[in-house]
């Protein structure tokens, strides 16, 4: 007898807290010269766990597996995460191991981030319970490339027992700080995600393709649907031969950290909801925006009613392959 579907969502990745510093000028002056910030604050950061909050805001059933230390950092991701009503169960606690960190240095729509992988990088596949994935709607990686070495060898045979216990998946690579992107341990993964999540940058440089065309081409043949983030541009979503455009009305982004991630949020809610693709890629889209109106990456990751109003103003093209022009879609 199958297990209960208790959880809509499960998130893999990595948890941190963040250290952002946000100003005009966030560059920093050596020669130890000190320089005036606009406001450094410590909130919810890695990707997964940004990804999870936002879920959860929505009104999304999720759990986090991560890892932490158990350390001051740890503990506050612990009890950040949970008071958002996400299931830190899963959450593994390493001893002699501190928690990962983040600095991010944002200036409203761009920012340079400075990792210290700590616990982040010692999660493995063992660290996944088997049950949760039989519990879950839907599986969801984030930030690959920060655990490649540790979680990269057996992903793919942990998505593909997902999937054959009927959960849906999906990988977000994130960016590869190593700048290799990638060998047959993330082609396993991507063979098992039903769907892709890259920004345009990163489709580009997983794809080793010269356009984003190409990019989109050659990353649909590996198998899953794909959507591609194009930031104030909205996305890009690819669905076998069918591809469709999504645009949202500009907001002026106070902090464009985490947004990405709130934007998988939305979309995965949406899937989780009954939507099909080019209207969650909307309704990724609207969380996504609604995201960077204020410091951090869950200051203001909205809720349902939110994200789904502003959706509700977002256009749909589409367009077959090899077009350069979208047409208006339905």
Sequence with gaps: MSSPRDLDLVVVGDANPDVLVLGDDVTPAFGQQEKLVGSISLVIGGSAAITAVAAARLGVRVALVAAVGADPAGTFMLDQLAREGVGTGSVVIRDGTPTGMTVALSRGGDRAILTA??????????????????????????????????????????????????????LDTNWDPAGRWGDERLSAAIAQADLLLPNQAEALRLSRAASLDAATATLVAAGPRLVIKLGEKGALCADGTVRHRVRLPALTPVDATGAGDCFNAGLLAGLLAGLDLPQAAALGCAAGALSTRAPGGTASAP????????????????????????????
């Design 303 to 330: 809720d349902m009613s939110a994200a789904a109003d502003l959706a509700r103003h977002a256009s749909v093209t589409h367009a077959r392959p090899g077009e350069t022009t979208l047409r208006s879609g339905k």
């Design 117 to 170: 992988l700590g616990a982040v990088d010692s999660l493995t596949t063992a660290d996944i319970p088997a049950a949760m994935l039989a519990r879950a709607r839907h599986v969801h990686v984030s930030s690959y490339f920060l655990l490649e070495r540790s979680l990269g060898p057996g992903l793919g045979a942990v998505l593909a027992t997902a999937r054959a216990a009927g959960t849906t998946t999906s």
